[in-house]
Nanobody, 127 residues
Framework: EVQIVESGGGLVQAGGSLRLSCVAS????????IGWFRQAPGKGREGVSV????????FYADFAKGRFTMSRDNTNNLIYLQMTGLNPEDTAVYYC????????????????????WGQGTQVTVSS
């Protein structure tokens, strides 16, 4: 059974940093495309970043470029999202999702349907 569990959220002041983790079980993270998504209060879900299966290439939403870094630890089956320069607009529930199909990072990877989702972790940034 595929399971995903996020952790690492919390309360941080503007300008601060957090590292989110995503623990995967039931599959190996380098066989799946993995995405980070977020949903702020009263808003729809939006993509943050995606890491492709196999070569581990990454794709970032414009707001994440230069501030967020997604990485993969194949040995421990972990996915990370390192977030720096956080601001109150980054406040949201952050979700990790996995998809077995190969995802083309050159064709808006956020539009793909990710079939496996974690429960989310809350990130709150105070001003």
């Amino acid at each position: 059974e595929v399971q995903i569990v996020e952790s690492g959220g919390g309360l941080v002041q503007a300008g601060g940093s957090l590292r989110l983790s995503c623990v995967a079980s039931g599959f190996t993270v380098d066989d799946y495309a993995i995405g980070w998504f977020r949903q702020a209060p009263g808003k729809g879900r939006e993509g943050v970043s995606v890491i492709s299966s196999r070569d581990g290439s990454t794709f970032y939403a414009d707001f994440a470029k230069g501030r967020f870094t997604m990485s993969r630890d194949n040995t421990n089956n972990l996915i990370y999202l390192q977030m720096t320069g956080l601001n109150p607009e980054d406040t949201a529930v952050y979700y990790c999702a996995a998809e077995e199909r190969r995802i083309d990072l050159t064709r808006n990877p956020f539009k793909y349907e990710f079939h496996h989702w974690g429960q989310g972790t809350q990130v709150t940034v105070s001003s």
